[in-house]
């Protein structure tokens, strides 16, 4: 007798046409409907979705939202953002965006959350579209203040080079200084005045040396000439100096202006697209406005010596002025005095005015070498403290220009995108339905075994064929196998069908060293589900009682089995229960033959819970069967 239940049982389903048919039939028309809807590339995304647009103009956001073909773009002339929301919320599009004509306010973006499916993508579109638009801005704002510091660095070298060429000028004119003080030096006043005194006393021996007074006179005047272009010389170079030292100041006041356009330009961006100052982008910016900042205050404070300096040169030029004319008068005086010396003779009495005369002019002199002295005192702390200034600027100009460089040095990218992601899809050459495989197989399995082992079940009980069954020689053990043997052939049979019509609708190929591994598990699987079935129809009564049984276990476990939705959104609790079912298990089982093509080392790990619940439910129902029949 044994083989006599799995005979008849498969000799049923043969002689009743329909269902025969519904076994080939079932499991191809599930293929090809769910395959129509899934079958197409992961990278396509979302279609057709209506977006309602209104605000500002907003070109660029359009044009990049348009370019992605997800979107129906809906154009709505309004300037209130509450009729893009309630455009929204009456179902009008799936999502809005208002545009605020104020470039510093924030987009409003309006999300139809009711569509829990495709509102998280939507909104994953917005932040990469956003975040596109915003490292464009960024990067073409970049780009043009390195080149406009690149245009203050090449400024760096003429300023440089002015600064020396002051340094050298003054070291020039402290050098014409000192020799006009030895020419002074040999003009002795003391020498002078006494001679004046023994004039006044010895008027009458003046008559005998008039001659030559008059030629010391004369030395005295080519002396004096002598004097007057040293101090001319003085007056020319510290002129010059001046001027000199003007254009520096013009330049560094240009640089400053320069830097102040810099810092306004760049505090003016901080203050329209940094609304978030925390972001890498803000913090950039505002580093680089506190180190313009900086230079420009380095460059005040290391350039007010140079400005001291340009002071100085003016009163020099100043004095020498002074001096020039008050040596011309002195000249002048002297040839007045000479040709009273030579008119002595004819008015003795004007030689005493024209003595006093010249002691005021030799007084004036001695004054004047006294002063000359002082602005040589002058002239040496000034170019020291000129010579330190130099070194200490020019080392500030070379400072200011690395610094520059350092910034320059930088990719205007890396600051306007300091960190960047690159997205790489492991599977990128598999479809939806791919994916798809483990779950509806699982599904259509669970679905076939459930209801195959419960109804046959009950129907045997109704009959009471399973009484006269057992009064044969075939034991109530050997009937629970062989009806578990021809439920896990048709279930087999079924799963066969859909791995043929993936492979010859949507050419899924499963390699050829993974067929073993794939049919191990739907053989366990399929017991599993048979053995729980047979376990529910010994609790029914009738077929209507058992295919509820039958409904009440398999719907929650298909919305805990994450293909619906993901274990990642579960609360603790649902997620440990979801992982202790048997059709998660198979899911998972199937995922790593189908999608990860792993061995059986991973395999027993599903697979023996799965054999577990098989036993323990045919275990269950041989023993609520076996009770049945001995009362």
Same mark, same amino acid.
């Given at each position: 007798?044994? &083989?006599?239940?799995?005979?008849?049982?498969?000799?049923?389903?043969?002689?009743?046409?329909?269902?025969?048919?519904?076994?080939?039939?079932?499991?191809?028309?599930?293929?090809?409907?769910?395959?129509?809807?899934?079958?197409?590339?992961?990278?396509?995304? =979302?279609?057709?979705?209506?977006?309602?647009?209104?605000?500002?103009?907003?070109?660029?956001?359009?044009?990049?939202?348009?370019?992605?073909?997800?979107?129906?773009?809906?154009?709505?002339?309004?300037?209130?953002?509450?009729?893009?929301?309630?455009?929204?919320?009456?179902?009008?599009? +799936?999502?809005?965006?208002?545009?605020?004509?104020?470039?510093?306010?924030?987009?409003?973006?309006?999300?139809?959350?009711?569509?829990?499916?495709?509102?998280?993508?939507?909104?994953?579109?917005?932040?990469?579209?956003?975040?596109?638009?915003?490292?464009?801005?960024?990067?073409?704002?970049?780009?043009?203040?390195?080149?406009? =510091?690149?245009?203050?660095?090449?400024?760096?070298?003429?300023?440089?080079?002015?600064?020396?060429q002051v340094n050298g000028s003054i070291g020039s004119l402290n050098k014409d200084t000192r020799n006009v003080l030895a020419s002074m030096d040999d003009i002795d006043v003391a020498d002078l005045n006494d001679s004046i005194s023994v004039m006044k006393n010895t008027l009458d021996l003046m008559k005998t040396d008039l001659g030559r007074s008059a030629i010391e006179i004369n030395a005295t005047r080519n002396e004096i000439r002598e004097l007057d272009k040293n101090v001319s010389s003085i007056y020319n170079d510290s002129s010059a100096l001046r001027d000199d030292l003007k254009f520096?100041?013009?330049?560094?006041?240009?640089?400053?202006?320069?830097?102040?356009?810099?810092?306004?330009?760049?505090?003016?961006?901080?203050?329209?697209?940094?609304? &978030?100052?925390?972001?890498?982008?803000?913090?950039?910016?505002?580093? *680089?406005?506190?180190?313009?900042?900086?230079?420009?205050?380095?460059?005040?404070?290391? *350039?007010?010596?140079?400005? +001291?300096?340009?002071?100085?040169?003016?009163?020099?030029?100043?004095?020498?002025?002074?001096?020039?004319?008050?040596?011309?008068?002195?000249?002048?005086?002297?040839?007045?005095?000479?040709?009273?010396?030579?008119?002595?003779?004819?008015?003795?009495?004007?030689?005493?005015?024209?003595?006093?005369?010249?002691?005021?002019?030799?007084?004036?002199?001695?004054?004047?070498?006294?002063?000359?002295?002082?602005?040589?005192?002058?002239?040496?702390?000034?170019?020291?403290?000129?010579?330190?200034?130099?070194?200490?600027?020019?080392?500030?100009?070379?400072?200011?220009?690395?610094?520059?460089?350092?910034?320059?040095?930088?990719?205007?990218?890396?600051?306007?995108?300091?960190?960047?992601?690159?997205?790489?899809?492991?599977?990128?050459?598999?479809?939806?339905?791919?994916?798809?495989?483990?779950?509806?197989?699982?599904?259509?399995?669970?679905?076939?075994?459930?209801?195959?082992?419960?109804?046959?079940?009950?129907?045997?009980?109704?009959?009471?064929?399973?009484?006269?069954?057992?009064?044969?020689?075939?034991?109530?053990?050997?009937?629970?196998?062989?009806?578990?043997?021809?439920?896990?052939?048709?279930?087999?049979?079924?799963?066969?069908?859909?791995?043929?019509?993936?492979?010859?609708?949507?050419?899924?190929?499963?390699?050829?060293?993974?067929?073993?591994?794939?049919?191990?598990?739907?053989?366990?699987?399929?017991?599993?589900?048979?053995?729980?079935?047979?376990a529910l129809a010994t609790f029914a009564e009738s077929e209507n009682t058992a295919m509820l049984l039958t409904l009440v276990l398999s719907i929650p476990m298909l919305f805990l089995s994450g293909v619906f939705f993901p274990f990642e959104t579960m609360p603790q609790l649902m997620i440990s229960l979801g992982n202790a079912l048997p059709i998660t298990m198979g899911i998972?089982?199937?995922?790593?033959?189908?999608?990860?093509?792993?061995?059986?080392?991973?395999?027993?790990?599903?697979?023996?819970?799965?054999?577990?619940?098989?036993?323990?439910?045919?275990?269950?129902?041989?023993?609520?069967?076996?009770?049945?029949?001995?009362?």
């Amino acid at each position: 007798m044994t &083989g006599s239940v799995l005979r008849k049982d498969l000799k049923v389903y043969i002689r009743h046409r329909k269902t025969l048919l519904l076994i080939f039939i079932a499991p191809i028309l599930i293929m090809i409907l769910i395959g129509s809807v899934f079958s197409g590339a992961p990278g396509e995304g =979302l279609k057709d979705v209506k977006l309602g647009v209104g605000g500002g103009q907003g070109k660029s956001i359009v044009e990049e939202l348009n370019s992605s073909k997800m979107f129906i773009i809906v154009n709505e002339n309004t300037k209130d953002p509450a009729v893009i929301r309630e455009g929204v919320r009456k179902g009008k599009y +799936s999502a809005g965006i208002f545009i605020p004509e104020n470039e510093t306010q924030a987009m409003q973006l309006y999300l139809d959350n009711s569509k829990i499916q495709i509102a998280p993508v939507i909104s994953t579109v917005f932040l990469t579209t956003t975040e596109k638009i915003s490292y464009e801005i960024t990067f073409g704002f970049i780009t043009k203040l390195w080149k406009s =510091l690149g245009q203050m660095e090449a400024e760096l070298d003429p300023l440089k080079k002015g600064v020396l060429q002051v340094n050298g000028s003054i070291g020039s004119l402290n050098k014409d200084t000192r020799n006009v003080l030895a020419s002074m030096d040999d003009i002795d006043v003391a020498d002078l005045n006494d001679s004046i005194s023994v004039m006044k006393n010895t008027l009458d021996l003046m008559k005998t040396d008039l001659g030559r007074s008059a030629i010391e006179i004369n030395a005295t005047r080519n002396e004096i000439r002598e004097l007057d272009k040293n101090v001319s010389s003085i007056y020319n170079d510290s002129s010059a100096l001046r001027d000199d030292l003007k254009f520096v100041i013009d330049n560094i006041d240009s640089t400053d202006a320069t830097l102040l356009d810099i810092q306004t330009g760049l505090q003016g961006t901080y203050d329209t697209t940094c609304t &978030g100052p925390s972001t890498p982008q803000c913090i950039s910016l505002s580093n *680089t406005i506190r180190q313009v900042q900086d230079s420009r205050a380095l460059l005040l404070e290391k *350039t007010a010596r140079i400005r +001291s300096l340009h002071s100085s040169l003016s009163n020099i030029a100043q004095k020498s002025s002074e001096l020039h004319e008050k040596l011309q008068e002195t000249d002048e005086r002297l040839e007045a005095m000479q040709g009273s010396i030579i008119n002595y003779v004819v008015e003795i009495s004007r030689i005493h005015g024209n003595i006093s005369n010249i002691e005021t002019a030799i007084n004036a002199l001695g004054n004047v070498k006294n002063q000359s002295a002082a602005v040589s005192f002058q002239m040496d702390g000034l170019a020291n403290e000129t010579s330190n200034s130099t070194v200490s600027l020019v080392s500030d100009i070379d400072s200011t220009k690395d610094m520059l460089g350092e910034v320059m040095a930088k990719s205007p990218g890396s600051i306007a995108a300091p960190v960047r992601l690159e997205r790489d899809s492991v599977f990128r050459d598999r479809t939806n339905l791919d994916f798809l495989m483990p779950g509806i197989i699982s599904i259509v399995l669970m679905f076939i075994s459930f209801l195959l082992a419960s109804i046959t079940i009950v129907q045997e009980r109704a009959k009471k064929t399973l009484i006269r069954t057992l009064m044969t020689p075939l034991s109530l053990r050997g009937f629970i196998l062989e009806k578990t043997t021809a439920l896990i052939l048709i279930a087999m049979l079924q799963g066969i069908i859909m791995v043929v019509v993936a492979f010859v609708f949507y050419r899924i190929v499963i390699p050829v060293d993974q067929l073993p591994q794939l049919f191990l598990v739907i053989l366990v699987y399929s017991a599993a589900f048979i053995g729980i079935g047979m376990a529910l129809a010994t609790f029914a009564e009738s077929e209507n009682t058992a295919m509820l049984l039958t409904l009440v276990l398999s719907i929650p476990m298909l919305f805990l089995s994450g293909v619906f939705f993901p274990f990642e959104t579960m609360p603790q609790l649902m997620i440990s229960l979801g992982n202790a079912l048997p059709i998660t298990m198979g899911i998972k089982a199937l995922g790593s033959v189908l999608i990860y093509q792993e061995g059986l080392d991973v395999l027993s790990g599903y697979l023996m819970p799965l054999l577990a619940y098989g036993i323990a439910g045919l275990g269950t129902a041989y023993l609520l069967l076996r009770k049945e029949v001995m009362e």
